[in-house]
């Protein structure tokens, strides 16, 4: 209620009543006035009523919430079921413009101040998180994939003659179809073997170059956030190559904003040579559903290009995901989160360490990668070529989702190109080994629970049991654990 409102209330209550209501409405309002003014994640998270009220105020500036409204369009923000209207907040026309994805909507103001919020929001958590010259961004409604060839297809008006995108190898296919998908051929980098870890061939790259022409090749396309052995890519060095050849540089950052590593490896790219975009996930950094991303860069006009090159309007989904998240987050909270990601990092390293080594095992030196972790299976290899794949099947049996088993020799072909050693990142890695990585939002329960069950798994393996012998003897132990847990109940019932 406005000024007058509450003034015209004084007439029916209490007007003390009235004043303190109107008061614990202003608190709400300050916080709305704030966010408009600067712009900026709040530090403090806000609750769901202010949240919910904010939303509530959006909506009823966009033209199919108006009392009255007559729309005689084809497209009016009809919506025929009240659960999908209340799911969305009643933010029904979503983002952008035909022609400009970041475009202001004149049916729905709501919804266009929501998508300039969010994009401005989102910039500043990328500043907080360690890309401190980062100058633009914009949510879009696709996962990273799609947001890479979005990246592509611009890129192409800008290079004509570019047929070749040079990608230093990580086998992760959705990465690699953004290649295909917009029409260009990739050039595989194989990475380096040194000690453990996978490294980017910059000699590789440099030999490519030359061979090719700079003017042939569309750009660059490296990657931070990855499954070890493989670790983030010599971000300042190709940033430096770029530069020196004038090749664009576009960043898979998929799941990098949650590590302060990757955010500084770009934000030294930037500095030292050339990057023009980068891209990451919203589910992966911001906890959200599955379908945004993230493009980002530090010229306004090439990121405004981008925007400009997807066509039609978008849906509203992720950018009211991401926006309700942080809202609920503040910059405290998110840091918070990052904070114990990184603990539980160190944590996941030390035990799965020590588990390793119980069973003849190591964890795999490398220090490059903040994120993921990889454990031999040398001991397994040997049994046998299917031990290190039924590891695998017996872990996600026992609902462990997320660990990958990685085997030594595996083939796979990917559009049309084979990959020998797929999804170790070479084509001969010395050994199998298991991933797990400490993602945002991890917690120290997840950790034991997954070492113990890997635990159980190995030993399982160990003496030669099958995946369902050795899921009936974990299924006796859970009956076990479940009747001594009854008796100490019981006990406890007695004794009181």
């Given amino acids: 209620m406005n000024t007058e409102n509450f003034q015209l209330s004084e007439r029916l209550v209490n007007t003390a009543y009235v004043r303190q209501g109107s008061q614990g409405r202003r608190a709400h309002e300050l916080r709305l006035r704030i966010l408009l003014e600067q712009g900026k994640c709040p530090e403090d998270g806000w609750d769901e009523s202010t949240i919910e009220l904010f939303l509530h105020e959006l909506a009823i500036m966009d033209s199919n919430n108006f009392l009255g409204n007559c729309g005689v369009g084809e497209r009016e923000g009809r919506v025929a079921s009240g659960l999908v209207a209340r799911r969305h907040f009643r933010l029904i026309h ?36 360690g890309v401190k010259t980062a100058s633009s961004c914009f949510v879009v409604p696709m996962a990273t994939g799609m947001s890479l060839t979005l990246c592509f297809l611009t890129l192409r008006h800008k290079r004509p003659k570019a047929k070749y995108i040079i990608w230093p190898r990580i086998d992760q296919k959705s990465c690699f179809k953004s290649m295909i998908t917009a029409g260009f051929e990739p050039v595989v980098i194989e990475n380096v073997l040194q000690g453990d870890e996978l490294r980017t061939n910059l000699e590789e790259i440099e030999a490519k170059i030359q061979h090719l022409g700079a003017d042939n090749i569309l750009c660059v396309h490296s990657t931070t956030s990855c499954f070890a052995p493989r670790v983030p890519d010599r971000l300042e060095e190709l940033a430096e190559i770029c530069m020196k050849h004038d090749i664009p540089h576009i960043v898979n950052n998929a799941y990098g904003v949650q590590s302060s590593k990757c955010m500084h490896l770009i934000q030294q790219g930037a500095r030292r040579g050339r990057i023009d975009a ?82 003849n095992e190591r964890l795999l030196e ?29 872990l996600f049996t026992r609902q462990v989702s997320g660990a990958r088993v990685v085997p030594r020799g595996s083939v796979q072909t990917v559009n049309g190109y084979t990959f020998k050693g797929f999804m170790a990142h070479t084509n001969n890695y010395p050994c199998a080994y298991l991933n797990a990585a400490s993602a945002i939002g991890m917690t120290k329960e997840d950790v034991d629970v997954f070492l113990k069950r890997l635990d159980k798994c190995l030993k399982a393996q160990k003496k030669g049991l099958n995946n369902g012998e050795a899921l009936s003897e974990m299924k006796k132990e859970v009956i076990s654990d479940i009747e001594e847990s009854s008796m100490s109940e019981a006990d406890t019932k007695n004794e009181i």
């Fill in 94 to 129: 979503g983002i952008g413009r035909s022609g400009d994805i970041s475009a202001v909507q004149p049916k729905a103001a709501g919804s266009s101040l929501l998508n300039k919020l969010t994009n401005s929001i989102v910039l500043d958590i990328i500043k907080l998180t």
């Fill in 366 to 394: 490398t220090p490059h990668n903040p994120i993921s972790l990889a454990m031999s299976l040398k001991e397994l290899d040997k049994r046998s070529g299917t031990a290190v794949t039924q590891l695998g099947s017996m």
């Fill in 278 to 359: 980068f891209v990451q996930s919203l589910d992966k950094n911001f906890m959200v559903p599955v379908g945004g991303a993230i493009i980002a860069g530090f010229s306004d006009s090439f990121i405004q290009e981008i925007s400009k090159m997807y066509p039609g309007r978008a849906s509203a989904s992720p950018s009211l995901d991401v926006l309700i998240t942080l809202l609920t987050l503040g910059t405290k909270g998110y840091q918070q989160l990052l904070k114990e990601r990184k603990e539980m990092f160190y944590y996941l390293a030390s035990e799965l360490k020590r588990l390793a080594e119980a069973y």
